[in-house]
Each structure stands twice: as C-alpha cells, then as structure tokens.
C-alpha cells in the first residue's frame, strides 16, 4: 500500500519561509517522478512543483519560480519544498504526490490529470499579510 505523509506546512508571516516534506513508502520511490500540488476552493488543481526520478530535472509554475526549490533524498524516500517569499496567496493545502509510470517526467506529473494519481493527506500552509 503506498502511503505518502506530508508535514511542515504551518503558519507564517509574508515573507517568511517554510519547508515540507513527504516521506513516501510502498512504493519503489526512485522510480517515479514526485511532486508537490495545491488547490484552493473554486481552483483548479496546480501542480506547483515536481522533480525527475534521480535529481536533476525539475518543474515549476509560473507562480512559484524563483521563491520554491525542490529536492529528493531517494536514500530517506523523501522530496522536500523549500518555500521562501511567501505570499498570502501561497495560502493552501499542499499534497505530495505522484504517478507510478517510469516514464512520467516531471513535467508530466506537474501537467497532466489523465493518470493515476497517489497523494498524501495534505500539510496546510498559512501566509499572514
């Protein structure tokens, strides 16, 4: 059974920053692309930022580029986001996620919604003004 767990999400003031981490078992986790998403209510689901199987490539919206970095332990089976210049507009719920296709890149996991999708529960995230 795959099973991801987020956490770190939390209350910050704007500006500030914030790591999340999902640590994922059940699954063989160098094999797949991950990637972290977030919807607001009335949103459609954004993939905010993913990264290739072994380190290296990595995906990220418009709204995000410049302020989040992502990265991958495959020892840990653990991809991080490291959020700085937070935005009230950042605030959400965040899920880790991805799809097990070897041959899913990370902009494919970020971009598409035809696959199967694993997620975790979700860390929230909260940017004060």
């Known amino acids: 059974q795959v099973r991801m767990a987020e956490s770190g999400g939390g209350l910050v003031q704007a500006g500030g920053s914030l790591t999340l981490s999902c640590t994922a078992s059940?699954?063989?986790?160098?094999?797949?692309?991950m990637g972290w998403f977030r919807q607001a209510p009335g949103k459609e689901r954004e993939g905010v930022s993913c990264?290739?199987?072994?380190?290296?490539?990595?995906y990220y919206a418009d709204s995000v580029k410049g302020r989040f970095t992502i990265s991958r332990d495959n020892v840990k089976n653990t991809v991080y986001l490291q959020m700085n210049s937070l935005k009230p507009e950042d605030t959400v719920m965040y899920y880790c996620?991805?799809?097990?296709?070897?041959?899913?890149?990370?902009?494919?996991?970020?971009?598409?919604?035809?696959?199967?999708?694993?997620w975790g529960q979700g860390t929230q995230v909260t940017v004060s003004s």
């Open positions: 996620a991805t799809v097990r296709r070897t041959y899913y890149n990370e902009y494919d996991l970020c971009t598409s919604s035809y696959e199967s999708y694993d």
């Open positions: 059940g699954l063989t986790f160098g094999a797949y692309a």
């Open positions: 990264i290739s199987r072994y380190p290296g490539s990595t």
